[in-house]
């Protein structure tokens, strides 16, 4: 029997945000060094022909563990000065998800969100049933303060400090992975630490499928950061999905529409790759850590125009 091995395509980022142009070199550096590693340990996976969902996750993870992100190690402070995780991941050949909310001891979300995609009847887990399902599976925890950095720290201080809206866009925000494996599946994962200073049970569109996350074979694997708020009254990850599948935009047009006319500039970004391996990562704030490859074997990282 002999099967035809498609292209690959995969896409990561490490969240829009507003403070990369005051980076010191040093800093900037570090941050496309680790995007430019990642994206080469899932470039691999994928040429190794491993299936979307388990590159994404991977790559997730590595990215969860780097405290340079606002996602597992290096999670945003809420406004109780604590750390509460939202992650999620979907496989666009059966569109199965699995999505986490408000988990405060977990290492690693997005591989309990994986979990919860295949080993429960459920799309979403909050809170301290989430917690209870982490028990259950015997998954990886660590105490709140694991999360902590002291630039996380800093941030949520400045922000604490500002009399303005709680949901402070001076941050670095979000990880997520898109990929089309070889067998032309496309998988999507995101994970944060949400926004800095939100209020404590704040759930932001980083575990609402169709929001911050979506999956669809027939159309785009898409992974979302930015305001959340946003994002899910405009069921953007969808509203991508479906631009494809109702209008046939192409990726690049139907971005480029969620981002500058569905949200309004400045709200975020997103990182896609649709079923024949184009790739679009795309930005209204000042900023998106990036990192992709094509199927045309096109490669960038980045982290401004
Ligand atoms: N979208 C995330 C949230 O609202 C934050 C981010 O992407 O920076 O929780």
Same mark, same amino acid.
């Given at each position: 029997?002999?099967?035809?091995?498609?292209?690959?395509?995969?896409?990561?980022?490490?969240?829009?945000?507003?403070?990369?142009?005051?980076?010191?070199?040093?800093?900037?550096?570090?941050?496309?060094?680790?995007?430019?590693?990642?994206?080469?340990?899932?470039?691999?996976?994928?040429?190794?022909?491993?299936?979307?969902?388990?590159?994404?996750?991977?790559?997730?993870?590595?990215?969860?563990?780097?405290?340079?992100?606002?996602?597992?190690?290096?999670?945003?402070?809420?406004?109780?000065?604590?750390?509460?995780?939202?992650?999620?991941?979907?496989?666009?050949? /059966?569109?199965?998800?699995?999505?986490?909310?408000?988990?405060?001891?977990?290492?690693?979300?997005?591989?309990?969100?994986?979990?919860?995609?295949?080993?429960?009847?459920?799309?979403?887990?909050?809170?301290?049933?989430?917690?209870?399902?982490? /028990?259950?599976?015997?998954?990886?925890?660590?105490?709140?303060?694991?999360?902590?950095?002291?630039?996380?720290?800093?941030?949520?201080?400045?922000?604490?400090?500002?009399?303005?809206?709680?949901?402070?866009?001076?941050?670095?925000?979000?990880?997520?992975?898109?990929?089309?494996?070889?067998?032309?599946?496309?998988?999507?994962?995101?994970?944060?630490?949400?926004?800095?200073?939100?209020?404590?049970?704040?759930?932001?569109?980083?575990?609402?499928?169709?929001?911050?996350?979506?999956?669809?074979?027939?159309?785009?694997?898409?992974?979302?950061?930015? /305001?959340?708020?946003?994002?899910?009254?405009?069921?953007?990850?969808?509203?991508?999905?479906?631009?494809?599948?109702?209008?046939?935009?192409?990726?690049?047009?139907?971005?480029?529409?969620?981002?500058?006319?569905?949200?309004?500039?400045?709200?975020?970004?997103?990182?896609?790759?649709?079923?024949?391996?184009?790739?679009?990562?795309?930005?209204?704030?000042?900023?998106?850590?990036?990192?992709?490859?094509?199927?045309?074997?096109?490669?960038?990282?980045?982290?401004?125009?």
């Amino acid at each position: 029997m002999s099967s035809v091995i498609g292209p690959i395509a995969l896409a990561l980022h490490g969240g829009a945000g507003s403070e990369f142009a005051r980076f010191a070199t040093v800093e900037r550096q570090a941050m496309e060094q680790a995007l430019s590693e990642y994206l080469s340990a899932g470039e691999k996976l994928l040429q190794e022909g491993r299936p979307s969902v388990e590159v994404v996750e991977y790559v997730v993870r590595l990215l969860e563990d780097d405290p340079q992100f606002n996602a597992g190690r290096g999670s945003a402070f809420n406004a109780v000065g604590g750390h509460e995780l939202d992650a999620s991941i979907m496989d666009g050949l /059966t569109r199965a998800a699995g999505a986490v909310g408000g988990l405060t001891t977990v290492k690693n979300p997005i591989s309990l969100s994986r979990l919860v995609m295949t080993q429960s009847p459920h799309v979403l887990l909050i809170g301290a049933g989430a917690e209870n399902f982490a /028990t259950e599976k015997n998954v990886d925890r660590v105490p709140n303060s694991y999360f902590s950095t002291a630039i996380a720290r800093e941030r949520w201080e400045r922000a604490v400090q500002r009399p303005m809206t709680p949901l402070s866009s001076d941050k670095i925000g979000t990880v997520g992975c898109v990929a089309l494996d070889q067998a032309g599946n496309l998988a999507a994962a995101t994970s944060t630490g949400g926004m800095t200073n939100k209020a404590f049970g704040r759930i932001g569109d980083s575990p609402i499928i169709g929001a911050g996350t979506f999956a669809d074979n027939r159309t785009c694997a898409v992974s979302c950061t930015g /305001t959340g708020e946003h994002f899910i009254r405009n069921c953007i990850a969808y509203d991508l999905h479906a631009r494809l599948a109702y209008l046939h935009q192409s990726l690049d047009e139907a971005v480029r529409v969620v981002l500058n006319e569905v949200l309004e500039p400045g709200d975020g970004g997103l990182i896609a790759v649709d079923r024949l391996g184009n790739v679009v990562t795309n930005y209204t704030t000042p900023g998106m850590a990036r990192a992709a490859v094509d199927a045309a074997s096109n490669r960038w990282v980045k982290l401004v125009r």
